[in-house]
């Protein structure tokens, strides 16, 4: 008896020591997330001293402004082959505002906010790219003063085409999206603020291209395009065109999506946008084997090619190769086709590309057996 109660009681003894050690482990992690939940521990940002980074899928980049009520923001997001996201949250940790201007990756995005409450404000920047590469952005503060009656006036727009992005996200609400638009359209225009006119005709467009109003879309997409040639934003005009190529190809009309998709390429000269240059010489290359030109198709792929050597990216390079190979597993030439998979193959393994890799795993064990 008396070794079983000293047994019992060295099982008392380590069950009360295991709960302490639980509970204080508990504690500690419970108040480690309520201090990162509570306390801003973001990197203050400066403004004249602007922060380059990398970044990659799910990270999550996290800043710091400082601001007192009545003071309006502006910062500069500058993508460089990366599609990036930036919510800005109040001191409560509300969301103020999500800003992702369709750029593919390349260009700057404007935020505009404005201070209702003194206190820090984040900002996240991150992106849904799975990227196999990691790509830069450049965040800067271009201006932080006192807030303006045309102040007020954007923000109220910049809320108008929010509340739309938010409708025309949703099947079910993309026509209701429109009268928001409508809203923001016309401040933006009472301003002059071309930019802004223009990136609301874009959105405008996208959402009569969804409910298939392709005339409304087109026509929508049209002004744009002619504010984006006025401004001299060659992005946003190669990108409109391409646009217009996928609408015109939807309708299988593909001559004339072809004929939009070279209108694109002088414009992305004009930006210097290299990497979208060499992807749309593989689309125009893909335009003709639709058309089934294939001496058109060989050349354009001979040159996106020779165009993807040239950049340092990897996943494009892998890219154009991969595209390379189906063009040749289309006219039937499988040893080629077998060649370029691999090669493309090789550079996709080196990026951690599982998902691509299985899909070109297959197409090479097809080829084989046939």
Same mark, same amino acid.
């Given at each position: 008896?008396?070794?079983?109660?000293?047994?019992? #009681?060295?099982?008392?003894?380590?069950?009360?020591?295991?709960?302490?050690?639980?509970?204080?482990?508990?504690?500690?992690?419970?108040?480690?997330? #309520?201090?990162?939940?509570?306390?801003?521990?973001?990197?203050?940002?400066?403004?004249?001293?602007?922060?380059?980074?990398?970044?990659?899928?799910?990270?999550?980049?996290?800043?710091?402004?400082?601001?007192?009520?009545?003071?309006?923001?502006?910062?500069?997001?500058?993508?460089?082959?990366?599609?990036?996201?930036?919510?800005?949250?109040?001191?409560?940790?509300?969301?103020?505002?999500?800003?992702?201007?369709?750029?593919?990756?390349?260009?700057?995005?404007?935020?505009?906010?404005?201070?209702?409450?003194?206190?820090?404000?984040?900002?996240?920047?991150?992106?849904?790219?799975?990227?196999?590469?990691?790509?830069?952005?450049?965040?800067?503060?271009?201006?932080?003063?006192?807030?303006?009656?045309?102040?007020?006036?954007?923000?109220?727009?910049?809320?108008?085409?929010?509340?739309?992005?938010?409708?025309?996200?949703?099947?079910?609400?993309?026509?209701?999206?429109?009268?928001?638009?409508?809203?923001?359209?016309?401040?933006?225009?009472?301003?002059?603020?071309?930019?802004?006119?223009?990136?609301?005709?874009?959105?405008?467009?996208?959402?009569?291209?969804?409910?298939?109003?392709?005339?409304?879309?087109?026509?929508?997409?049209?002004?744009?395009?002619?504010?984006?040639?006025?401004?001299?934003?060659?992005?946003?005009?190669?990108?409109?065109?391409?646009?217009?190529?996928?609408?015109?190809?939807?309708?299988?009309?593909?001559?004339?999506?072809?004929?939009?998709?070279?209108?694109?390429?002088?414009?992305?000269?004009?930006?210097?946008?290299?990497?979208?240059?060499?992807?749309?010489?593989?689309?125009?290359?893909?335009?003709?084997?639709?058309?089934?030109?294939?001496?058109?198709?060989?050349?354009?792929?001979?040159?996106?090619?020779?165009?993807?050597?040239?950049?340092?990216?990897?996943?494009?390079?892998?890219?154009?190769?991969?595209?390379?190979?189906?063009?040749?597993?289309?006219?039937?030439?499988?040893?080629?086709?077998?060649?370029?998979?691999?090669?493309?193959?090789?550079?996709?393994?080196?990026?951690?590309?599982?998902?691509?890799?299985?899909?070109?795993?297959?197409?090479?064990?097809?080829?084989?057996?046939?």
């Amino acid at each position: 008896m008396k070794v079983n109660k000293n047994k019992n #009681c060295g099982y008392i003894k380590n069950f009360w020591f295991l709960s302490y050690v639980s509970f204080l482990l508990f504690y500690i992690l419970l108040g480690a997330n #309520c201090s990162q939940n509570m306390s801003p521990d973001g990197e203050q940002l400066v403004q004249g001293k602007p922060v380059t980074k990398e970044v990659i899928n799910k990270d999550v980049h996290v800043y710091t402004v400082k601001l007192e009520r009545g003071q309006f923001l502006t910062l500069f997001v500058e993508q460089y082959d990366v599609d990036l996201i930036t919510e800005v949250y109040t001191p409560k940790g509300d969301l103020l505002g999500q800003f992702d201007t369709p750029t593919s990756g390349r260009g700057t995005e404007q935020i505009r906010i404005g201070a209702e409450t003194s206190g820090n404000y984040n900002i996240e920047i991150y992106t849904l790219s799975e990227r196999a590469e990691p790509s830069k952005y450049k965040v800067e503060i271009d201006s932080i003063r006192p807030t303006t009656e045309r102040d007020h006036q954007i923000l109220s727009a910049i809320k108008f085409h929010q509340e739309a992005d938010k409708l025309r996200a949703k099947p079910e609400t993309i026509r209701e999206s429109l009268p928001f638009y409508e809203k923001a359209l016309q401040i933006w225009r009472g301003l002059g603020e071309l930019p802004d006119e223009a990136n609301t005709l874009r959105a405008m467009g996208f959402a009569y291209q969804r409910i298939e109003e392709l005339e409304n879309a087109r026509n929508h997409f049209g002004q744009a395009l002619e504010i984006w040639e006025k401004i001299g934003d060659w992005r946003s005009a190669a990108f409109t065109h391409i646009i217009f190529g996928v609408i015109s190809k939807k309708q299988n009309d593909y001559e004339n999506g072809l004929q939009e998709d070279l209108k694109a390429q002088p414009f992305w000269e004009k930006a210097d946008d290299i990497p979208e240059y060499t992807q749309n010489l593989v689309r125009i290359g893909n335009d003709y084997l639709k058309l089934q030109k294939r001496a058109e198709a060989v050349t354009y792929f001979e040159q996106a090619l020779e165009q993807s050597r040239r950049l340092e990216r990897r996943s494009i390079q892998a890219y154009v190769l991969s595209e390379c190979g189906n063009a040749q597993a289309t006219f039937g030439n499988k040893n080629e086709a077998l060649n370029f998979y691999r090669q493309s193959l090789e550079l996709w393994k080196s990026l951690n590309q599982d998902k691509v890799v299985a899909g070109l795993e297959e197409k090479i064990a097809k080829l084989q057996v046939n």
